[in-house]
């Protein structure tokens, strides 16, 4: 009844009441209203949405006061001294790897810009997968790195909070946390396939109530500790979560949660009772992981049967061994506790991002974090449950990781749960269990009866790579020094994790197609490796890190003899014995992989000796075949004999051996190799690897041979290919006694010999273990030491072409010198390309050093030595069977047998100087003559390479085809299938054969392998001598249709291997005596470690000469005899043949590189002469507008038919031009200073000062007073959006051009521009382009006339130029030539926008296209001046020049012009020369006046002549007109400047003025002129006052030297005009001058001064004056014109009057120089048009806009924010920064390309979307590019990759 008053009242106040009456003595009163209230508030039965209760808690928490300042009172207590932010995915966080201790730290923005991080190894990184700030955690990270609020630790000396504050608190928080916890129960229902599920539903009806927890949170730790209170506490768990007893809801709703509980098959301690009986036998795995057992409740359950998909899956469930530790924590899951309930429910509910962010806020609460993580842990077998069956596996697994991250990267906690809760167990069960879901029976070696299971590698969990966090969690765990001791010492689960292993021994086992090719190539390779990588081998490293020690030697011992306990099950479960089946193999052992990495740990850092931690002999046998099959297959791959299965098998060979994999998948297994080949019987080793690569077959001193298991094709790679294993398995050191920074300096060296390489890539490229390269590793700045010690930086420069470099590291001259190791290259190239890279770099530098200009063989190089447990590895060089296949090669390159190669021979030299190099100590000289009975001892004496050197070998016995040339006609055929003794053949050969056949030598290396494999098995000779020669054919499978018959043939060698060494050395050198006797004595040998074949020859038989005087005297003795080499008579026609043919091929090749080598150059050339983008310098073959006119007619070359000619009215040809509209001049300013990018809220961009913006307002000012004809021709307009017309010189016909267009059309390839615009690739340069400009038709005859000087007076001439303009244009006949023209005009005005043409007040009026017309020429003059710098000092033709086609242009224009006649009354040409009678306006002449002359724009004026009349238009004519008009200029700028005089100057200058004007020369005097000007313009009463006060506050006094400078600059920009004009019209040369002197350069060569005054005094702007009239009277008319404008304001005439031409070239907005300071202003900025902040926010650099890329939100008309102010700002052309990406977009018309970072790194590297987060810093050499492409508008010639952007950015 209470209660129930009590919801009537007022919130506040009861809250208020209820608090005081608790602070009494005697409260229970209080407290049962309480409880009642509560009761009634939290009704678990109203539903979720109804906020009242919410309100309720939150006053009666405030106890009254308002909430916000309850919050605030708590805040104030906040004693953490942690910060524990929380984030989620996609937040911008740091790390810095010099102050974590843990490799998982990281810091938001706000505590790492308060710490001091100078100089550190940091990084900015976009969380994943979400985090928690670690600052003030000195577990995780290093105290140095605190920021300064966490360092000084300001949360202990707050005052502990007083007790009443949080009291309410305490009493409502329990409730309202279970009230959230019964909505949860309520709301959840089963995965059933009957109802729907919708638990978001739920959430976000709960989304108020988990956000006020989340506020709650928030408050600091005082509130955190009584949530940690309430959480944690069971007592009130147990009183309240089942609810009072009479409430049916709450009974039905704790029976809703069990029944949760039990379907999870986490059997509550109810259930427990009853099942016990029946689980009792089983326990383990299954009890653990609560699969239900047999007879519980729940058997049916469905989640269960989904694991139990796979009949396999379900057979085989591992059972944990007995001596498992008591598993009741797991077991039974019975919550106890709020935060246990909680965490369920967030598990069901697959965590949801709130309750994720809500548990996290919480543990910077040190009780809480201990609770939460035991909790975690002890749910974590129900969380893999969960995700295996969730369908967002990838949202959950970052979820999950979110919060294991934190808990497990501090290594107290870890080391805790560890102890109390069996952390390992759980985890290494967990992973067991999860991946039992998805084993198959394994078809490796015995498909039929394996007993060996393996993953699938197509089941969605590893596909999906689901089971990530669970191994990330154990990494991470592992990665603790005290938890993996834990794990090492505990043997059960040791054994446990090995099974777990085994579940990937080969897995994903490739079967070669050998008929047709596979119809499905699948992709299951990726999660094979993946698997591997991060299932098996990243743990193996984590537990290899604490193995460093003598200490930790048990730990070793103990994993190693589990290994091997696993692998021997292994080999039993596949049921393999010695051979694997052929054409099978996987890339996946982890077992043998943990075996080799542990052992080499245990030999290299604890000192074990390496045989106490080997098996038997015959286990060796055993384990070496695997890593060996592989090694063969990645062969065979590479020799195309793996091609019916696909690319991905490739993929898989390169994966193998790729800079992430390689250290855990190929060194492993080429270090076991090598652990194998120490200890086992060489003479063994050496015959398998041969038969495993195939080619025993082709190891035969016949010519002919048959191969039944290689095509002829594949035997040359195979061979090479088991040659360079060899290679490498003797002279790797890897792990054989090579130092960490010796193996990380090889790494190094060997990536930057492949290719120079950036620090990134390096970084990358380089295996992170034994060096890891991040996390505090003592010395781990040794990379950084180690590339400068090899590498120079390249700083990053352009190419010629545009192309952008990054930094670069190149390997040093000494490095390429000394330390370039081939074999280390081939180890770890991924393609094959890259071995050629690196030779043909190291021959580049051999050439350029001079040390050897041939075609260099790789160098040799001297290894480190190995380790004294390695020696074994050495007897491999010296056994009698490496060394018959070496004399069996040698033997067989020298008579030219197929399938030899150079590689060949260069692999038998190197394995032939190892062993020179690397000798065998102790000769036991007991153990030789025991074998002599043996086949094939007696080719050899011994086993020491030095000793068989010069052993002659006279007779061998081959078997050979019939049809082979060894086969001697003249003795009786051999019938013997077999020459199995020595004398079988020899009764039926003549006598004098007898005596050789018994020295004749015979070798088969299968029968050896097969000897030595049973002498070790059965080590009993007299058996093995049974063994010593089976049938050869038993190998092998006779193919019907078989070859000619075998037969034994014997061939008289009578050479040892030094004498085919001497004999290939003259082959080589192609001289008969290559070598004299003595060349040993004068041998250079500090020249020979570079060089080709010859030389490593000479070096070999140099180094075998000084080991030994025996080989000495040999050398010398074949040398002396080698006559020139016979060729064998044996040499068959076809082999003749073959040898033609190989000739013939070579010399085809010669000729191909020939043709290529002219046909480079050639285009080398031509790129020079017609791309001024590649080389500026070089002047255009074809410079149209300047090129001399000679007497004939202009003639054009087509680039299409390649016929040249005049062009003609019927068929005119055209200059490939590219137009574009450009707002380039528009945004020119005042101030040559660029403007700053604002980067805060202070600082803003004003476009008010630009060049466009004043244009628009003058002409708008104009329009408003004058009349629109008049003001349309006083102005240009085109400053924004004007058309630029630029070409790359190359002329087309018309009509060429059109079928070429067609054919475009009809291409189907994808192109970077749209064919239906218009665009087209120039098709000799290939340049962008979208328009054809015609070209008029020259004809000389008028030519001469037209440039010839006469010497009329300036009176006769003005008079020409007014007839010529009274001349009417004709309309030009119809021909095709005009209709081209016109096609073109009406292109130029598509290409830019309609509001940049209609400046008129009525809209497509003849006027208005008048003013474009000249406009258009004006903008092209314009941008070319900028693109000379502004000024015409440099004179020449520039770059800009070549691009030019402003001659062809003016033609076109003017043809157009010429239709639009002026009235003569308006002419303004009369204004400027004759005085004209002022017509009074009469009152009724309503019509506006014209444009005062002194308004007008002089440079329209004159491009308003000039193109107005005829053409071609006569020097002189055009020297007038610019004589008039500089009249006009020049008074303009002295009316400009009289405004800014101050009263009492321009008073003296009017004195001046009036004393200089009864002077002779008075009207080319500029104070006389001045003094008129002023005195005129001071009659209009108002216009000097207008700005009296802006004079006022210059200081400045005006001399006459200011003054003549001050007019110079303000006519400047007329006269340089007027030049290029000129320049372009008459084909001028412009003179280069300083640029003090400019305006008397540019004075004389428009002819303004005569040439001689210039030497002997400089001009000044006065003395270029002429008047047509007196000057007085002109300048008084001019002025009176603007005296008669009553209705303009005095302020207005003066803005008009003062138009200061002159802009500074346009300019970027100048950058921070630190990346940093616009990232962190604008990437949280908000949209200006949306108020959001946008997902891809970018910047214009032109004008500093902030706008939404690809932003749905701004979307106009279905065009995006960026596009639409790339129109608006630039015409069609935007340069914007990508904030999140720092690179740059360029949109240009309806294409965009990237264009790269103007940003880079310390190292020179742009680093785009910011994925390595490093500093980056402005590139102003790349900026200036950027700014110089803009200007100059060639962003679509340089860039290359250009698409349609649809108007989506």
Sequence with gaps: MMAASLLR??????????????????????????????????????????????????????????????????????????????????????????????????????????????SHDFNMFRSQAGGACDCGDSNVMRESGFCRRHRLRTGENIPSIPRDLLMMSELVLPRFILSVLQYLRDGYTEADSSTERDLQKVLQQLEPQISFLEELTKMGGAMRTVLTKILTNQQTFKELSMGQADNLFAKKNYEKYLAALRNSGLVSVEDKAQSTGEAGAEGGADALLGSAAPGSPDESSKEEDQDAGQSVGKRKRVKLSSSTKDLSIIECLKHKCFLEELLFWTIKYEFPQKKVTFLLNMLPDQDYKITFTKTFVQHYAFIMKTLMKSHESDTMSNRIVHISVQLFSNEELARHVTEECQLLDIMVTVLLYMMESCLIKSELQDEENSRHVVVNCSEALLKNNTYWPLVSDFINILSHQSVAKKFLEDHSLLMLWMSFVSFFQGMNLNKRELNEHVEFESQTYYAAFAAELEACAQPMWGLLTHCKVKETQEYTKTVVRYCLETLQIWFDAISFNDEPLPNQVTFHLPLHRYYAMFLSKAVKCQGLDLDS????????????????????????????????????????????????????????????????????????FIS???????????????????????????????????????????????????????????????????????????????????????????????FEEMLSAVADFKAPVFEPGGSMQQGMYTPKAEVWENEFDPIMVVLRTVYRRDVQSAMDRYSAFLKQSGIHTGNPWPPYKERTPLHPCYKGLIKLLHCKTLHIVIFTLLYKIWMDHQNMSEHVLCMVLYLIELGLDNQVQDNKEDEEPCIEEHCHDSWFPGTNLISNLHHVINFVRVRVPETAPEVKREAPPSTSSEATSYGQNSRRLSANWRENLREAQVFSLVAERRRKFQEIINRSSSEASLVVRPKSSSTRWVPPGTPPQLVTEILEIRESMLSLLVKLHQKLSSKQNSLSESWLDNMDTSRQAHGDGITAIERILTKAATRSCQIKRSIQDICGKVCPPVPPKKNSPTDKKAMDKEERRQRARERQQKLLAEFASRQKSFMETAMDVESPETEAAMDL???????????????????????????????????????????????????????????????ADTCAVAHDVRLSLLQRFFKDSSCLQSVSIGWDGGVYVQTCGHTLHIDCHKSYMESLRNDQVLQGFSVDKGEFTCPLCRQFANSVLPCRPGRSSEAGAWHTPTNKKTSVLIKEVEALQDKLGLFPMESNLSKEMELVIKDIKNTTQKKYMDYGKNPGSPDNDFLFMYSLARTNLELELVYRGGNLCSGGATAAAKRSCLNQLFHVLAMHMRLYSIDSAYNPWTKLTQLTQSRETDGFDEERPEVPMLFRDVPSLLIIFVLTMPQPLRKEHFTCVVKMLYNLQFIQALAALSTKLRPEESQAWCSTGAAKKARANADTSFEALLGHV?????????????????????????????????????????????????????????????????????????????????????????????????????????????????????????????????????????????????????????????????????????????????????????????????????AATGIFLLINASVIIIIRGHRFCLWGSVYLDAHGEEDRDLRRGKPLFLCEERYRVLEQQWVSHTFDHINKRWGPHYNGL
């Design 9 to 118: 009242r007022d919130k506040k106040a009861t809250a208020a009441h209820l608090k005081a009456d608790l602070k009494r003595t005697d409260n229970s009163a209080a407290l049962r209203q309480i409880h009642e209230l509560l009761d009634d508030v939290l009704n678990p039965e109203k539903p979720a949405t109804d906020t009242e209760a919410l309100d309720w808690c939150k006053c009666l928490i405030a106890g009254g006061e308002a909430f916000e300042e309850f919050c605030k009172t708590v805040r104030s207590y906040d004693n953490a001294t942690l910060c524990g932010l929380v984030w989620t995915a996609n937040f911008v966080a740091y790390r810095c790897r010099t102050c974590g201790i843990s490799p998982c730290m990281s810091l938001c923005a706000e505590c790492f810009n308060n710490g001091d991080h100078t």
């Design 613 to 684: 931690l080997l098996p038997d002999q015959e286990m060796l046998m055993k384990i070496m075949v695997h890593p060996l099959q592989i090694q063969a297959c990645l062969s065979e791959i590479h020799s195309n004999m793996w091609v019916r299965n696909g690319l991905q098998i490739k993929g898989q060979a390169m994966t193998y051996v790729q800079s992430h994999f390689c250290n855990s998948m190929i060194d492993p297994d080429i270090y076991l190799l090598q652990v194998c080949a120490s200890r086992l019987d060489p003479d063994y």
């Design 688 to 782: 398998s690897v041969f038969e495993r690569f195939k080619v025993v077959d082709l190891l035969t001193m016949a010519s002919q041979h048959q191969n039944a298991v290689l095509d002829s094709e594949q035997e040359r790679p195979m061979l090479e290919g088991a040659l360079t294993f060899l290679v490498i398995l003797t002279s790797l050191r890897i792990h054989l006694g090579m130092t960490d920074d010796e193996i990380l300096r090889a790494e190094m060296v060997s990536q930057l010999c492949m290719n120079d390489r950036t620090h990134s890539s390096l970084l990358d490229l380089i295996p992170e273990n034994p060096n890891p390269k991040s996390g505090i590793v003592p010395g781990s700045c040794s």
């Design 1185 to 1247: 507008g300047t090129s001399d006119v000679l007497e004939s007619e202009v003639l054009y070359d087509c680039v299409i038919c390649g016929q040249s000619g005049p062009s003609t009215e019927d068929r005119p040809t055209g200059l490939v031009v590219l137009l574009q509209a450009s707002s380039v001049l528009g945004h020119r300013c005042k101030n040559a200073e660029a403007k700053n990018l604002p980067t805060s809220d202070e600082e803003h961009i004003y476009s």
């Design 1574 to 1770: 002023i005195s005129e313009l001071s009659k209009c009463d108002s216009l000097y006052a207008a700005n009296t006060e802006d004079i006022m506050l210059s200081s400045s006094v005006w001399s006459p030297q200011s003054v003549e400078f001050s007019l110079q600059q303000y006519c400047l920009p007329f006269l340089r005009l007027a030049c290029l004009l000129q320049h372009h019209l008459y084909g001028d040369n412009l003179t280069g001058c300083l640029e003090q002197e400019e305006f008397s350069s540019l004075a004389m060569c428009l002819g303004l001064t005569p040439a001689a005054s210039m030497a002997s005094n400089p001009v000044n702007s006065a003395s270029c004056l002429e008047w047509a009239v007196g000057a007085f009277d002109l300048v008084t008319q001019w002025c009176g014109e603007v005296k008669r404008l009553p209705q303009v304001q005095a302020e207005q005439a003066l803005t008009l009057l003062v138009q200061d031409p002159q802009w500074a070239p346009p300019r970027l907005l100048q950058l921070p120089d630190n990346y940093n300071i616009i990232f962190q202003y604008y990437h949280r900025k908000a949209c200006t048009v949306c108020k959001k902040v946008p997902k891809d926010p970018a910047l214009c650099l032109v004008c500093g806009a902030f706008v939404c890329l690809k932003g749905v939100c701004c979307k106009q008309q279905g065009i995006c924010e960026c596009v639409l102010h790339s129109q608006h700002c630039g």
